[in-house]
């Protein structure tokens, strides 16, 4: 028997009439595995495999856990091979279906009108940028399109709009399911632009920075998770008869390999594509990464688990220059525990314990030359996972924003800039 769950699933007053993701999730669970060794970490990748589980957390480093979402019919054999590695699965999530319907109420607010409190549709975020057109800090532009013809939109914030400094490009919503990472990249765009608290802060990043913010860069996936499944983590492109999308995030032409913590299997969360940058999603990123030579950091923000994590993610080989990177990431994971408390480990992708092959962090560094390339991933640890409540919105978009400009501060500083 696995240890019974801890987690109460906390009912938020459901008086809205909305219309959920049409796949459900009833009786699904998510299963919490504390590996000890590198071994057992391996043993849980082969048995994710072998049952085609969903992944919701690979462990970073040591002491952290593995999260991994089963159906009701393969939860008793799972827990029987787990608990034959000599490990307990805790049951964390009991029924993922209650918790999307008790979460997804405040999903109503997505509306016809953007809020930065909201997790919002795609054609409302493309409006509130192309609003901030009216500022004269804010210019918009396309990235390009994707396979059902979205527009990639993103921003440009400058105080010398025809200028060319150092940049900082931050982008969200490369998996689908990560509201919070577009929720929080649209925080950020909203402080930036707007300055409400006149912050001399971003006065002064501004007269040595240029900023690029794309909050939605696979906005088919991130419709589709709004609309049909709430756990869709891939783009929307057919790859064969019944298994659509990949995961963009495995797809960059930089060390690119399935083998490689991706998959070959069109059917998977993590598969990696039939060949690098087979998707236009991802050309169309790497593209804007390599064709922004001034680009000196780029932030690409997903949930969850709390990391701050530099290349490589296709290696346990740091990168020459690991020092900076981690001297900067500690200095954003500061500044956001000082705000509401939350810890971010900070670290190198694959060290120690997890690879990942064809990500755009390694692609951003290791083709295009972007020195501070990060993965950030956001609150939380495993209570809500994916699943962010609304409650998260502006807390979350609080405590990354700060880190974000202790980061940028500190890099004028440590760039001698
Ligand atoms: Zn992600």
New binding site residues.
């Given amino acids: 028997m696995w240890t019974k769950s801890v987690l109460i699933l906390v009912f938020i007053g459901s008086c809205f009439s909305y219309p959920s993701p049409t796949k459900r999730y009833d009786g699904h669970s998510v299963l919490q595995i504390l590996p000890k060794t590198i071994g057992d970490v391996h043993e849980l990748m082969s048995l994710a495999q072998k049952y085609h589980l969903d992944i919701w957390k690979s462990p970073r480093f040591l002491n952290e856990t593995f999260d991994v979402r089963v159906n009701p019919e393969q939860i008793a054999n799972f827990v029987h091979d787990v608990e034959s590695l000599g490990l307990k699965a805790k049951q964390w999530i009991i029924d993922l279906q209650k918790l999307i319907d008790n979460t997804e109420p405040t999903r109503s607010r997505r509306a016809t009108s953007f809020s930065t409190g909201a997790f919002n549709d795609h054609a409302s975020i493309n409006s509130y940028l192309d609003s901030l057109a009216s500022n004269s800090r804010v210019t918009v532009h396309s990235m390009g399109h994707t396979y059902e013809g979205r527009t990639i939109k993103y921003i440009k914030i400058s105080n010398n709009v025809g200028s060319s400094k150092k940049a900082i490009y931050v982008d969200g919503g ?2 689908a399911r ?1 509201w919070l ?1 577009v929720s929080t990249v649209l925080y950020m765009i909203d402080q930036m632009a707007h300055n409400p608290t006149h912050d001399r802060t971003i006065e002064t990043l501004l007269g040595t920075f240029d900023f690029y913010f794309a909050p939605v860069v696979n906005p088919d996936g991130y419709e589709y998770s709004r609309t049909q499944d709430r756990m869709w ?1 891939k783009n929307r492109r057919p790859v064969i008869h019944g298994c659509n999308g990949v995961d963009l ?1 495995r797809n960059f032409a930089y060390h690119w390999n399935p083998d490689n913590g991706g998959s070959h299997n069109p059917c998977e969360e993590v598969h990696s594509g039939t060949h690098a940058s087979s998707e236009i999603e991802t050309r169309n990123i790497q593209n804007f990464l390599c064709g922004h030579g001034n680009l000196l950091a780029y932030l690409n923000v ?2 969850y688990g709390q990391y701050w994590i530099y290349p490589w993610g296709y290696t346990p080989v740091l990168p020459a220059d690991y020092r900076d990177l981690d001297h900067l990431g500690r200095t954003a994971a500061t500044a956001i525990r000082h705000t509401h408390g939350k810890s971010f480990t900070v670290g190198e992708d694959t060290r120690v314990l997890y690879a990942a092959a064809g990500g755009a962090d390694d692609y951003a560094k290791g083709a295009c030359g972007v020195k501070y390339s990060y993965t950030v ?1 956001l609150r939380d640890t495993g209570l809500h996972g994916f699943v962010a409540p609304t409650s998260y919105i502006i807390p979350a978009g609080e405590e990354t924003f700060a880190g974000f400009k202790a980061f940028a501060t500190e890099l004028i500083r440590y760039e001698h800039l």
Avoid: L, Q
Wanted: aromatic share 0%; hydrophobic share 20%.
């Fill in positions: 490369i998996h990560e990472a983590r995030n997903h949930t991933e």
